[in-house]
């Protein structure tokens, strides 16, 4: 029998949970497979999401009994939690027992050679990184705003890693819609000649920032030709590897505005304030969701529905450089790019009603594009 920390199992579990399927198109998938090698239990989930991908962690186990075996990871989860001093685990054929203090339960299980396999290494790296776990997940979530996950096999659920940048690695993302692009501050970077750019589904990089690990606890992440992605954690037992997507990747550099005729510092907090009061009008359904901007030394904002009426505010904003501008945006997308800041301004640049709206956070490399709405006649 295998008596292992209770602490352990739970935090082991629940750090995959994040990586399992909601909703499995493979019965397999449901599973967890536990291999108990060299006093040690590994646990490993799979799922379709984002390509054939596992994650695997690592637990001590305080005897050397060798074992593997699938068992449901939702009924392991409910089993562990019941749980409050050390299990122990016995494995008979494909089934497992698990003894914890007077509690035993008894769960059914596959034959683990129905798991998938993990990938095999390979030796076509394109390039890695080491990046701080605090660093990857707070730009990685600042440009995953911008994807849309409900398209799993275009460019717009995935974020782009791209390292043609001489020695940093840019993150950037789009709905095609509205565009977000970052630097990663943390770097320590090893790029091929060839300085790949490759997409990451957005699935992963949801599941990856709902990891409990300390901001600075480093992350390794190699890219393996066009197609595999491996990641590892290994102060905390943690690694794994993804599924790229093949889908051509539009030009972003051609959205992103680099001279704007007009610029202007916005107060992020009385902006805001003012549009989730006027988006009761903008969001009536003939009102198209839509904001009327015209500033100046002061940012004018207005919204009209025919079913309910107009509704308009101002707020102060410092005139930076340029005429005076007039354009239309989605509210929703304003509000959310005003809320990525995390300071007090931000500054906002515009060349026509036509043109990108471009969005610069102070002190910082991120960067939000938002396609204007067509002004109402």
């Known amino acids: ?47 379709m999401d984002y390509g054939l991908a596992f994650t695997t962690t690592t637990v001590a186990s305080a005897a050397a009994d060798q074992f593997t075996v699938c068992v449901r990871f939702a009924d392991m989860l409910k089993v562990v939690d019941k749980c409050k001093s050390d ?57 995953s705003t911008a994807t849309d996950d409900q398209t799993p096999n275009n460019y717009t659920s995935g974020v782009l890693f791209d390292y043609t940048s001489a020695n940093r690695l840019r993150l ?34 949801d599941a990856f920032n709902r990891l409990k690990v300390a901001s600075d606890e480093t992350v390794y992440i190699k890219f393996y030709g066009v197609d595999r992605m491996d990641w590892n954690v290994p102060t905390e037992g943690l690694s794994g590897t993804v599924s790229l997507l093949d889908t051509p990747y539009p030009e972003y550099d051609k959205v992103i505005p680099d001279d704007c005729q007009s610029r202007f510092r ?15 009008v903008a ?63 931000v500054v906002m640049a515009n060349s026509g009603s036509l043109e990108p709206v471009r969005f610069d956070y102070p002190d910082s490399d991120r960067i939000a594009v938002v396609m204007p709405v067509r002004l109402p006649e």
């Open 1 to 47: 029998m295998n008596n292992t920390d209770i602490k352990s199992i739970k935090t082991a579990l629940k750090r995959l949970k994040p990586f399992t399927e909601s909703k499995c198109r493979l019965p397999i998938m449901s599973y967890v497979r536990l291999d108990a090698r060299d006093g040690k239990i590994s646990f490993t989930v799979a799922t």
């Open 87 to 143: 299990i122990g685990f016995t494995v008979t054929g494909c089934n497992m027992d698990l003894k914890s203090g007077s509690l035993a339960f008894k769960l059914n299980g596959k034959d683990p050679e129905n798991f998938p396999l993990m990938p095999d290494t390979r030796d076509d790296l394109k390039a890695s990184s080491a990046i701080s776990y605090g660093d990857l997940k707070a730009e990685s979530e600042f440009v």
């Open 172 to 205: 950037i993302a789009t709905d095609g819609r509205r565009l977000h692009s970052t630097f990663i501050k943390s770097q320590c970077h090893d790029v091929g000649d060839e300085k790949p750019a490759l997409l990451v589904p957005v699935k992963w990089i």
């Open 266 to 280: 916005l107060n992020v907090a009385d902006t805001i304030e003012t549009l989730n009061a006027l988006s009761v």
């Open 283 to 345: 969001t009536q359904q003939d009102g198209r969701d839509m904001i009327v901007v015209n500033a100046n030394g002061t940012l004018e904002l207005s919204a009209r529905s025919e079913s309910m009426g107009e509704a308009s505010g101002h707020v102060r904003c410092i005139h930076l450089d340029g005429p005076e501008t007039r354009f239309a945006l989605n509210v929703h997308y304003f509000t959310e790019t005003l809320k990525l800041a995390d300071r007090d301004a």
